[in-house]
């Protein structure tokens, strides 16, 4: 059989990541009771791939896969199913079975939730939002240097499932929501570091990005 070539692997591989992920996201949004049981092992997939998201000089690795990663945790986390405390019945259809009444799904969907989203897990999540994925990169301090007013304005408009900054924004949004302690506490952090003129970060360029970000 013919090798296929390591670049065009790459990119097979990494769309097939893409339509995965879609369809999880799709999968989640239709039917947010059923997709409870999944929610640990993809909610672990995705942030662990938000760990390591840049390449020593600041540009994103995959920069597709990363705001997927981003939009997956913003769905799971501004889903009403999972964080409203209405306590109302939930729907749920299964082929086996057909369309169901669960009259305890809210609150079992909010028990996987709060097992999942631990207060650890969740302060290291906004850390990694705030700290990785809010700064600008160094190719975007070049745009906006070439072209200050047409960055500021394409900023703006991005959707947040096409720019990750927007992304961040939002992810960080929902944290602070449905945690606001513990989104207020490392936001208030990184507040702080700013106002004391401490490091934010490994260098002095990230340190710029960082602060306006902020």
């Known amino acids: 059989s013919r090798e296929m070539p390591e670049s065009n692997l790459k990119s097979d591989i990494r769309g097939m990541v893409l339509v995965i992920g879609s369809t999880l996201i799709h999968c989640q949004k239709q039917q947010p009771f059923e997709f409870i049981k999944y929610m640990g092992p993809f909610v672990k997939f995705f942030s662990g791939s938000l760990l390591k998201p840049f390449d020593p000089k600041g540009e994103l690795l995959f920069e597709k896969q990363t705001i997927q990663a981003i939009t997956f945790l913003s769905s799971i986390l501004s889903c009403p199913q999972y964080t409203s405390l209405s306590g109302k019945s939930a729907v749920v259809y299964s082929v086996s ?11 079992r969907a909010q028990s996987v939730l709060s097992s999942v989203f631990t207060n650890q897990f969740v302060a290291t999540l906004a850390k990694i939002t705030v700290f ?21 304005m394409e900023m703006e408009h991005d959707r947040y499932d096409h720019n990750i900054r927007a992304a961040a924004e939002n992810l960080f949004t929902q944290i602070a ?11 208030m952090q990184a507040l702080q570091k700013c106002m004391n003129g401490a490091p934010l970060a490994n260098n002095q360029g990230r340190n710029v990005l960082l602060k306006h970000a902020l």
């Open 132 to 152: 990785q994925l809010l700064p600008l990169k160094p190719s975007d301090l070049d745009e906006w240097k070439a072209d200050g007013e047409s960055f500021v």
């Open 177 to 187: 929501r449905v945690f606001p302690q513990v989104g207020a506490q490392i936001l």
């Open 97 to 107: 079975s057909g369309i169901s009444v669960d009259g305890e799904g809210s609150q």
